[in-house]
């Protein structure tokens, strides 16, 4: 009689520990799908901050690797959250930083489908109508930003005036 009940309390633990296991399993996978898209937006966000850093150092090799790492992750995030001007912006900035300036306005120009007065992509697409001697586009992107009282406005502005 006393070999049965503590059978059955072996049992009757394993059958809890078995639901608690499913139970946390489920919570971490749901919490992790949706914290993800921002994990992986901001992590690939702070690769582009990095490169940006290591590029003004004049570590133009390294600070590329890091566009690339970031490009990854943003793309990830990207494949999450395809209504995200934020994610397409660092796209399109990473593609430009790497030299594939043909994707990169693209991206930029998906951004402005979501967010026509998104203050980075109008900079950045400004920035590579300059690199890319279309002037007059990058104008219009100047003019988009006029007003907004931004940096933005006064570096796309400056690099405008020096060309």
Known sequence: ????????????????????????YAYSASSDSGSSKKDLYESGKNLV??????????KIERAKKLYLKAYEKLEKAYAKDKKNADVLNYLGFTLRKTG????????????????????????????????????????????????CNCEEYSELKEIIEKE
Do not use: C, P, W
């Open 49 to 58: 901050l990095r490169a940006k850093k290591l590029e003004k150092k004049g």
């Open 100 to 147: 594939d300036f043909k994707q990169a306005e693209v991206y930029y120009l998906m951004g402005l489908e979501i967010d026509a007065s998104h203050l980075g992509i109008n900079e950045y697409l400004g920035e590579l109508y300059v690199q890319t001697n279309r002037l007059e586009l990058a104008k219009e992107r100047l003019a988009v930003l006029k007003g």
């Open 1 to 24: 009689m006393k070999f049965m009940r503590v059978k059955n309390t072996i049992y009757l633990l394993a059958i809890i520990i078995f639901l608690v296991n499913i139970i946390s």
